[in-house]
């Protein structure tokens, strides 16, 4: 089975860190994804990447950037955490476009205090 | 803009029975819906998908339709078993920029015995 790893299920930091969150995926998928989830908000885009070394904004990318140097990792990076960033984040991947099914890791929730 | 809507509140049912939920999009006209579980604390997995040429598709006990009249999916769990419990999500993808999925807020499903 496809198993996409996130580095931490909870994270709590301070208003202005930089904060890292890794995914990892072990199934040699082309494309990655970076989501929040937000009670009534349901999941909300805010990176992708199809290929090494490349990224694309999804619907919310203001205030992440994201890094992708090798094809199995995806780093999401919040460069000054505030506190409207506290949220679930999820890592997926999948093997073409998103026509196929995504892979989810089991989030990490993220707490800026 | 481009709207899905899935009732926020939670559906109680008894076991055995049969559950269904809605799935209603405006604004949009996919080239095809996913429905994915989601059990707390986890991220979602993937369940069925149906493209736009397709009435309906089935999976052991799970029964999803399409229609692109009425802009609306319904998703069934026949003979539900307090293991269904869960929150489920659907998405619309194709036909939009960048081929992405978007989810709607998912509607809780919890089966009593």
């Known amino acids: 089975d496809v198993k996409v790893t996130q580095s931490s299920r909870y994270l709590v930091k301070r208003t202005g860190e930089k904060v890292f969150l890794e995914c990892v995926q072990d199934?040699?998928?082309?494309?990655m994804f970076w989501y929040r989830q937000d009670p009534g908000l349901g999941l909300r885009l805010i990176y992708f990447?199809?290929?090494?070394?490349?990224?694309e904004k999804g619907d919310i990318p203001e205030g992440y950037s994201v890094s992708r140097e090798k094809k199995e990792r995806f780093s999401l990076i919040l460069e000054s955490a505030s506190t409207n960033q506290t949220s679930m984040y999820l890592c997926?991947?999948?093997?073409?476009?998103?026509?196929?099914?995504?892979?989810f890791g089991s989030g990490t929730q993220l707490s800026v205090l | 803009s481009q709207k899905i809507e899935q009732n926020s509140e939670a559906l109680n049912i008894q076991e055995g029975k049969t559950a269904t939920l809605t799935c209603n999009y405006t604004?949009?006209?996919?080239?095809?819906l996913q429905w994915y579980r989601q059990d707390p604390g986890r991220g979602p997995v993937f369940l069925l998908l149906?493209?736009?040429?397709?009435k309906e598709k089935r999976k052991e006990r799970l029964k999803v339709t399409f229609d692109t009249t009425l802009k609306q999916s319904l998703f069934h769990i026949t003979a539900s078993q307090p293991a269904d419990s869960a929150t489920y999500l659907c998405?619309?993808?194709?036909?939009?920029?960048?081929?992405?999925?978007?989810f709607g807020g998912g509607t809780r499903l919890m089966v009593k015995p």
């Open positions: 604004n949009y006209s996919p080239a095809y």
């Open positions: 997926a991947s999948s093997i073409q476009g998103a026509r196929e099914k995504l892979f």
């Open positions: 990447s199809y290929d090494v070394k490349m990224k």
């Open positions: 149906i493209r736009e040429n397709e």
């Open positions: 998405a619309l993808g194709g036909n939009n920029a960048g081929n992405m999925l978007t």
């Open positions: 199934m040699d998928h082309e494309n």
